[in-house]
């Protein structure tokens, strides 16, 4: 199986980068003929701008645009999707962000119908989310921040496509053993994306 780890944070040697890193490698060590692709969308200069074109696909008057013909080819090939990203004012970095919009299309992702009702068309594909925050636990809750970015993300975004959020972590400065604890269970999550086969 195979799964696609998408990074929004510019710096290679973060603590983001890090804990993609062994996602990733969990994933390989869970069982060899499991397979990551890395899609670090600043490195690769991904564009996060909603232009007239993707207007246009949105309104199922053009084709999707070849970057997101792109990134749709890759998520099809792909059984699960893990996000890891920091934390900027209580959700995805505008990079990321940018990324569900452009791809998570009309037609492709969902389809709205004349009477109403949403199709789903990820059903297929299970998520992992790993958010990387500064605060501390007690803040978090006192705000009640993270349920926010639970309805926001997990429901908002994935389950209006019909996408099961199967991990949703957020690893916080705070935490028991900073950094290296966020590394093993970033580790721990990669291996369990995947059931063991036989």
Request: proline residues 4%; charged residues 20%.
């Amino acid at each position: 199986m195979h799964a696609l780890i998408v990074v929004a944070h510019p710096n290679q040697t973060s603590l983001t980068h890090a804990v993609a890193r062994h996602v990733a490698r969990g994933i390989a060590t869970s069982d060899a003929r499991h397979s990551a692709e890395m899609a670090d969308l600043a490195a690769e200069g991904f564009d996060p701008r909603f232009t007239e074109a993707d207007l246009a696909l949105f309104l199922k008057k053009a084709a999707p645009p070849a970057d997101i013909a792109v990134e749709h080819a890759r998520l099809e090939r792909a059984d699960a999707l893990v996000l890891v990203y920091p934390i900027y004012w209580w959700s995805f970095p505008a990079l990321l962000k940018g990324w569900i919009d452009r791809v998570f299309t009309q037609g492709w992702a969902y389809e709205d119908q004349e009477d109403g009702k949403v199709v789903k068309k990820l059903q297929r594909l299970q998520v992992h989310l790993i958010a990387i925050g500064g605060a501390d636990q007690r803040t978090i809750a006192r705000h009640g921040y993270f349920g926010a970015m639970k309805t926001q993300i997990d429901h908002g975004i994935f389950d209006y496509c019909g996408a099961r959020v199967a991990t949703s972590e957020l690893l916080l400065a705070s935490d028991a053993g900073f950094p290296e604890a966020h590394l093993e269970t970033a580790e721990m999550i990669g291996r369990r994306i995947f059931p063991q086969q036989s």
